[in-house]
């Protein structure tokens, strides 16, 4: 059960675009469409913004896009906002009712 | 709407225990598992571990198997998470979450947290 890996950090000025790496094995990421993304803002608990690898839960701007590549999951986040200014976490479904999460990558708006 | 809340932060002493509350509001208790992630300071997400509230079955990461209780008290829509042996490193905020009711894989609620400080 090891952390899933992403960049420490990505940075992107207002109106880019900037994707979001995340990393995992074929027991986890490569095994189920089960990728799940999280913003956390300092001091709160995380939202999420994308499940389910790339749906969108009501209410999550659709510039927020999620994709899958055999064990690698991406988060695209288009049109840059001040407001995007967060910690991102992917979580993967490992099986047997375990999940795993991603060591999060902060992204500054520049 | 649901509602997950948490018991207020505690300071414990090295080797001893506790206990994290979060009383849940909202929708049928019974339905929904709930799951204990953890964040310690200035550090990333860490799961830790779930438990149906259906029917008491539990799964824990390895990390935390022998150390770690979690239970739900079905009169109240509480469940609790308890954590044995604290050592300075189990300094946290400790998070309740819920998964939606769309997929059953996310975690769409959230608790405020609860910090857990390990001092001696």
């Known amino acids: 059960q090891s952390a899933l890996t992403q960049p420490a950090s990505v940075s992107g000025s207002p109106g880019q675009s900037i994707t979001i790496s995340c990393t995992g094995t074929?027991?986890?990421?490569?095994?189920?469409?089960?990728v799940s993304w999280y913003q956390q803002h300092p001091g709160k608990a995380p939202q999420v913004m994308i499940y389910e690898g790339s749906k969108r839960p009501s209410g999550i701007s659709n510039r927020f896009s999620g994709s899958k590549s055999v064990n690698t999951a991406s988060l695209t986040i288009s049109g840059l906002q001040a407001e995007d200014e967060a910690t991102y976490y992917c979580?993967?479904?490992?099986?047997?009712?375990?999940?795993?999460f991603g060591g999060g990558t902060k992204v500054t708006v520049l | 709407q649901v509602q997950l809340v948490q018991s207020g932060g505690e300071v414990k002493k090295p080797g001893a225990s506790v206990k994290v509350s979060c009383k849940a509001s909202g929708y049928t208790f019974s339905s929904y598992s709930i799951t204990w992630v953890r964040q310690a300071p200035g550090q990333g997400l860490e799961w830790m571990g779930r438990i149906s509230a259906y029917d008491g079955n539990t799964n824990y990461a390895q990390k935390f198997q022998g150390r770690v209780t979690m239970t739900t008290d079905s009169s109240t829509s509480t469940a609790y998470m308890e954590l044995r042996s604290l050592r300075f490193d189990d300094t946290a905020v400790y998070y309740c979450a819920r998964v939606s009711g769309y997929s059953g894989y996310d975690f769409a609620y959230w608790g405020q947290g609860a910090l857990v400080t390990v001092a001696s």
């Open positions: 979580c993967s479904y490992a099986g047997t009712n375990t999940w795993v």
């Open positions: 074929s027991s986890d990421v490569g095994s189920y469409n089960l």
